[in-house]
């Protein structure tokens, strides 16, 4: 098993920054792609950014060039820094973990976002 803890979020006025954090813990060994989810009512949700254990990032069209992935692979932890925020970011932000190939999945809690005008 693979546990998600996230902490970070909050409130925050147009044009502030807020950075999430999430770390996994259990068997992370074979831990590929680590990310980020937001998701609001009525909506799917929807990726923003990704980072494989490599290095490699992938990002919403919606938060390119505001927002920013990264991770510590020997903390097992990973991290979005959020700047520019507006308020269509408010949403419930979900921190993602998948195994290699996808094989196995896993969600963090859900940590609430939300940027007043």
């Known amino acids: 098993q693979v546990q998600l803890v996230q902490s970070g979020g909050g409130l925050v006025q147009a044009g502030g920054s807020l950075r999430l954090s999430c770390a996994a813990s259990?068997?992370?060994?074979?831990?590929?792609?680590m990310g980020w989810y937001r998701q609001t009512p009525g909506k799917q949700r929807e990726l923003v950014a990704t980072?494989?254990?490599?290095?490699?990032?992938n990002y919403a069209d919606s938060v390119k060039d505001r927002f920013t992935i990264s991770r510590d692979n020997r903390e097992n932890t990973v991290l979005l820094q959020m700047n520019s925020l507006k308020p269509e970011d408010t949403a419930v932000y979900y921190c993602?973990?998948?195994?290699?190939?996808?094989?196995?999945?896993?969600w963090g809690q859900g940590t609430q976002v939300t940027v007043s005008s």
């Open positions: 993602n973990a998948e195994t290699y190939f996808a094989t196995s999945r896993y």
């Open positions: 980072i494989s254990r490599g290095g490699s990032t």
């Open positions: 259990g068997n992370t060994l074979r831990l590929n792609a």
